[in-house]
């Protein structure tokens, strides 16, 4: 069977939907892909993928939308694919409506999160609704990563049928390293004994930075490695301000892209994703993975992976003074932080391993 398989960025395409083309191949399928050009697609190339290029714009204009529109059209006309498979959005309801404009027998989308669900102006969230509604009467099979959203697809009459799939990260990958602490601390020039609290994410206000910088001033025994860059196509304020203005001092490490992930959590003690609105967080499946306990907010997604007071701690989103609460309990309290790492660490090996999720989705459709 040709699938093609559609995402907005490189980033995306990457991180959420590489593992899921190699998973296809491997069951005989051709894959191809499509979505905007970025380095971050040099390693899916190398790795053997057809890789296509399409203006694709996390934007509202519509001019842009219609440019996407007609070269995933032209794609499908040109390569015929029997199953036109959508992630994210914007993208995703361009690739179904394409898909259906072209005939493709098989459409397909996986919801990583629905848009009217995010903070924002109301128009925006029933253009949203709007947006998800028609989409989903163009998808023969509907997935989502989180059973919170599928199942408000079934009660918002989005679609019907929707199957939540999950996400999952591969334990080879993520995994508790203790051999690796002495090493990555000594690069970073943090001392051994040092409680160390995490955070993994893009460089975006809805992330939840401005409140964990904020909770770190009241935490003294802490320091705040944080991880990720700001996406060239995210929108919204800088943060480089609450980073300029957050009076941490030496206990604020800023370390950008990093390319060993798992080793930077492998040498933390506690991670942290105070974010305004998720899908199914990886990052937060990535530290579970690696037996961190976890300190998210109590929002969708999140929620449904921190078991609060079991594998980690759930907190309001939007404030800094519970979380500061929190991490201090947690950076006092060595034998909490094993317990609840533990307990995160066995269930994400129970429910989300990323050979586990990728099988469902693929039995999901029928591949």
């Known amino acids: 069977m040709k699938i093609l398989e559609v995402a907005h960025i490189d980033f995306g395409l990457r991180q959420f939907v590489w593992p899921l083309m190699r998973a ?34 996390r934007s509202l204009d519509p001019r842009a939308q219609w440019r996407a529109f ?19 959005p914007i993208s995703g309801f361009l690739a179904r409506a394409a898909a259906w404009a072209e005939g493709v027998p098989h459409i397909a989308y996986t919801c990583h999160g ?55 990260r591969d334990p080879a990958r993520f995994h508790p390293a203790p051999e690796v602490r002495a090493r990555i601390r ?10 160390v609290v995490v955070i993994v994410s893009r460089l975006v206000w809805g992330k939840g930075h401005p409140e964990l910088l904020v909770a770190l001033r009241d935490v003294p025994g802490a320091v705040l490695w944080v991880v990720g860059d700001r996406l060239p196509s995210d929108h919204g304020e800088s943060l480089e301000p609450y980073f ?30 105070p974010s305004h609105s998720e899908g199914l967080p990886m990052s937060v499946i990535e530290a579970m993975l690696t037996g961190l306990p976890v300190v998210a907010t109590d929002v969708r997604g999140s929620r449904e992976l921190v078991v609060d007071g ?27 932080r094993k317990r609840l790492g533990q307990a995160g660490l066995e269930r994400a090996l129970e429910k989300y391993v990323e050979d586990k999720v990728i099988a469902r989705t693929l039995d999901t459709m029928g591949l």
């Open 114 to 168: 629905f848009l009217f669900h995010q903070p924002g102006p109301l128009w925006r969230r029933v253009l949203s609704f709007v947006v998800e509604w028609l989409g989903g009467k163009l998808a023969r099979t509907f997935m989502t990563v989180s059973e919170e959203a599928a199942g408000d697809a079934r009660r918002l009459r989005i679609h019907s049928r929707a199957v939540a799939v999950g996400n999952g």
């Open 244 to 273: 300029a203005q957050a009076g941490l001092g030496p206990r604020l490490v800023r370390l950008g892209h990093r390319d060993d992930v798992p080793d930077v959590l492998a040498a933390a003690d506690i991670f942290a994703l």
């Open 24 to 57: 296809m191949r491997a069951r005989g399928h051709q894959v191809i892909a499509a979505c905007a050009e970025g380095d971050l697609l040099e390693p899916v190339r190398a790795d053997g993928f057809d890789v296509r290029t399409v203006p694709m714009a």
């Open 310 to 336: 079991k594998t980690g701690v759930l907190v309001p989103p939007y404030v800094s003074a519970p979380l500061a609460v929190v991490l201090n309990r947690l950076v006092g309290d060595a034998a909490l």
């Open 186 to 195: 000594a690069e970073l020039q943090t001392p051994g004994d040092a409680v």
């Open 70 to 88: 007609q070269a995933l059209r032209a794609l499908i006309r040109a390569e015929k694919p029997d199953l036109v498979h959508g992630h994210f």
